[in-house]
């Protein structure tokens, strides 16, 4: 077949016709009548056209070499818009802005147009999706495979300060990067019973749900590659209830395709409360089921012998989510293809690894063995074969994956993966002494670090189209593939210059940003400000209530001493707070209402102002990151498996006031303990904390300034009509304070003012804020990949092929 010219060469005269063309003849409008939603679509199938073309020559290129392929499995993939990143990754953003320009319409309110697919939390998802797209850049073969949710994060609106949450509809605007796949599609059983058959047991489902495959194309830099993300979709095995409506009962015709599909309804929102629990289970095994399904079929295409399974495949668990791809694959292998269980359990470890994302104990995922056993009758017996093949080789259970009537899903990962990586260098030393340490001590060599990183086409190239020509402009643009080059502009930044072109990128993007917010927000800031940004989901341990704190201290002192020279600030918070974490949503309230307060403040506003922007998501993280000065990275130390958010800010120039908590650390050893803002106790200096008994109330007492700021949280200063309302949080600060938010108050002060006079002095500011820029090249998740195709996948590049 004819693969088109290269993306490179598209001229803006070939861009307009196809656009012109997939206008008329894919969507059947005329462009007198086309409305944005219309020219959007069409300028999506011109770009995917070419996207397309990169697809199929790699494909063709990973079936003709029999090429080992990466299996990346995650029950989220926090996409965002695809558009800009199709169009910059071609390397056809002039051409695109140029052809739309001709036929009248503006580059930017098209791209606009593009729903945000929020098929994901926070970082983990995120981390996902940057994976899949440094994968395509480095072209290796790999496929992201995923759950088609109709539903994904809740869109966060406010109603006196409080989170409303209300469904995320991203398909109700038309989507133009899937292509249906009526031909993948696998039945999934649930349920039923074990039949054991001359020694061998049986699994019979008592019921069947399908899967159908939506492959996206994503493509790398250059459009030299491009991988699979391929996402389940539910659909009843057995649709439509003939004789139910036969019988005029229409609702029972239609309840296997309704039951069917709630597997594929909604994204979990990362959650608090136990419903839904079962639900959640299902979800996790359609997608690893479909997933393995694929991945055999796609094997047996290509080879015969399913010993040369682990040669072939290398399969990533994104979480422990995806966990029960252990006892699943060892089920197809074992008790469907007749490989004796031991060869089955050695080429299942051979093919997967788990990523672990998180040591906070309420969010490592365990399942009551009746649960459990109900809905995957078979894989609870493997599991327990498992754990009994473990204990037999190493007989202690202290750390046993079946204790307590429960199925431990980080231990079960564990035994079944020949790799376990952390994802900062801290976090994966912790996970040796704290969650894993004794399945290290009978596995040291199984837990590897790969410290996460950033994709820089989306969280530099795209969003700060600035900086990036600044950039280019003095290195060239080899930096785009090769982040670590940007240490190629230290010398520039020796001129000062240069240094203006920097400060004159940010002051832009600060501008942007302000008419953004006036527009949308109808509060006007001051673009000359520091704009001092917090942006993750909430959560106690990233300490956003230490933030509100801390400006509440400095709202009283400036109102003390108004004609002091104060820094003036712009405090800026974003993020999602589960729907059934009361804490977290009391939290925004605070922040929304204090935000109320200090902004009427005639004496105080010039110089402090506090917005919480709602909805928070890829599309506002790419809008605040490159208009940000000071990034907050301010969780418990400990707590924070990695952050990614911090190195979006670092790359884009913004210094970083932060603990030494997950990839901070690495951060402030690559970009300089002169270029960071630390403050705060260590992660062992907090396990010591928490052995004083009152150690909230000591912090307090010895600190006058977070006494008077939480004395007026506690009597309700920012909601005189319900005085109360925020005690709660006052006196959860003032007791059990596990989060060490008083403690850690005092040096956050100070690491705060020691910002504010830094950047009092623009020159050293931006010598500094460039520093981290051009130091942040180790962050990005190209390095992050190679890591991981070298140290745990065996994979390599078929880029040139
Ligand atoms: C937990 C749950 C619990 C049940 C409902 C659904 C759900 C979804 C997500 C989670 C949390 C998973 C852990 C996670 O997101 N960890 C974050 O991973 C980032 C990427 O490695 C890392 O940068 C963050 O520090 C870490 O918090």
Known sequence: MNIATPPTQVTTHALRDAIVRHLCYSFGREPDYAGTEDWRMALSFAIRDHIADSWFKAAGVARREGAKRVYYLSMEFLIGRLLEDGIVNLGLVDQARDALAALGQDYDTVLADEPDAA???????RLAACFLESLSTL???????????????????????????????????????????PDARFHIGFGGHVEERDGASVWHPGEYVDAEAYDTPIVGWKGRWANTLRLWSAKAA???????????????????????????????????????????????????????????????????????????VAIQLNDTHPAVAGPELVRILHDERGLPFDEAMTITRACLSYTNHTLLPEALESWGEGLFGRLLPRHLQIVDMIDNEHYEANPSRTQSMRSDHQVKMGQLSFVMAHKVNGVSALHTELMKKTVFSELHRLHPDRIVNQTNGVTPRRWLLACNPRLSSLITDTIGEGWVD??????????????????????????????????????????????????????????????????????????????????????????????K?????????????????????????????????????????????????????????????????????????????????????????????????????????????????RKIEDHAAQAIAADPRLARALEAVRTGAFCPD????????????????????????????????EADAAFADPATWTRKAALNTARSGWFSSDRTIRGYMQDIWAARSYLGQ
């Open 482 to 575: 090769d982040l670590e080059r940007l240490r190629e502009l230290e010398p520039a930044i020796e001129d000062a210059a240069w240094r203006e072109r920097f400060d004159a990128a940010k002051r832009a993007n600060k501008a942007d940003l302000s008419d953004w917010m006036a527009a949308t927000q109808g509060v006007s800031v001051n673009p000359d400000a520091m704009f001092d940004v917090q942006i993750k989901r909430l959560h106690e341990y990233k300490r956003q209530h230490l933030n509100i704190l801390e400006t509440i201290a400095l709202w009283q002192e400036i109102k003390d001493n108004p004609n002091a020279d104060w820094t003036p600030r712009v405090v800026l918070f974003a993020g």
């Open 722 to 753: 319900e005085p109360d309302r925020y005690a709660h949080i006052a006196a959860n600060l003032a007791g059990p304070d596990y989060f060490l938010v008083a403690s850690d108050f005092a040096d956050y002060w100070r690491a705060s003012r």
């Open 119 to 125: 098929l994901g939390n926070g970082g983990l998802g």
């Open 238 to 312: 057995d649709p439509f209830d003939l004789p139910a409506f036969n019988r005029g009962d229409f609702a029972a015709a239609a309840e296997p395709e309704a039951l069917a599909r709630t597997i594929s309804r909604v994204l979990y929102p990362d959650d608090t409360t136990e419903q839904g629990k079962e639900l959640r289970l299902k979800q996790e095994f359609f997608l690893v089921a479909a997933a393995l399904r694929d991945i055999l079929a796609r094997f047996d295409k290509e080879h015969s012998d399913i010993r040369q399974l682990p040669e072939k």
């Open 139 to 181: 072209g290796c073969p790999a496929y992201g495979y995923g759950i088609r949710y109709e539903h994904g994060l809740f869109r966060q609106s406010f109603q006196g300060g409080r989170q409303i949450e209300a469904p995320e509809t991203w398909l109700t605007q038309r989507h133009a990067w899937e292509f249906e796949r």
């Open 577 to 689: 707070a589960a729907p059934g974490y009361a804490f977290a949503k009391d939290i925004i309230r605070l922040i929304n209402d204090v935000a109320e307060v200090l902004n009427a403040d005639k004496t105080t506003r010039d110089v402090l102002q506090v917005l919480f922007l709602p909805n928070y998501n890829v599309t506002l993280a790419e809008r605040l990151i490159p208009a940000a000065d000071l990034s907050e990275q301010i969780s418990t130390a400990g707590k924070e498996a990695s952050g990614t958010g911090n190195m979006k800010f670092a790359l884009n120039g913004a210094l970083t006031i932060g603990t030494l908590d997950g990839a901070n650390v690495e951060i402030r050893e690559h970009v300089g303990a002169d270029n960071f803002f630390l403050f705060g106790m260590t992660a062992s200096e907090v396990m010591e904390r």
